[in-house]
């Protein structure tokens, strides 16, 4: 099984437990490519959410008014959705970044469980 890396993150106000610490895995966000502003929601970027609604809505319209043809309008919509997977766990660090969340270490396991066992077991 391959390891992945995660970046563990955790409130830098709070004194609570470790258990609240946020992992997120480095590399293509599937979820992010797929579900794109409905991802974003889930996480709480609702500014993001709707960048990406918007950044749809005009792909969609700028292809209708420039005549593009039907597969052109495709394969840009999966440029933006293919960018939203690249860039999707780095975008949800910057906005965890912004609301005062720190970035406390790196954790590699092959899984997220194994992420979050080694992080509060203390194997960081």
Not at 47 to 68: K, Y
Request: proline share 2%.
């Amino acid at each position: 099984m391959a390891t992945k890396i995660y970046t563990v993150h955790m409130n830098g106000w709070s004194a609570s437990a470790d258990t609240d610490a946020i992992l997120i895995p480095e590399g293509f966000n599937v979820t992010a490519f797929l579900l794109g502003p409905f991802w974003a929601l889930w996480h709480c970027m609702w500014r993001t959410a709707i960048v990406l609604l918007l950044l749809a809505a005009l792909v969609s319209g700028g292809a209708m008014a420039a005549g593009l043809a039907d597969g052109a309008e495709l394969v840009l919509s999966l440029g933006v959705q293919a960018a939203t997977g690249l860039w999707g766990n780095d975008w949800r660090r910057h906005v965890l970044a912004r609301r005062g969340v720190l970035e406390r270490t790196a954790i590699a396991a092959p899984g997220y469980r194994d992420a979050e066992q080694r992080y509060l077991v203390g194997g960081a």
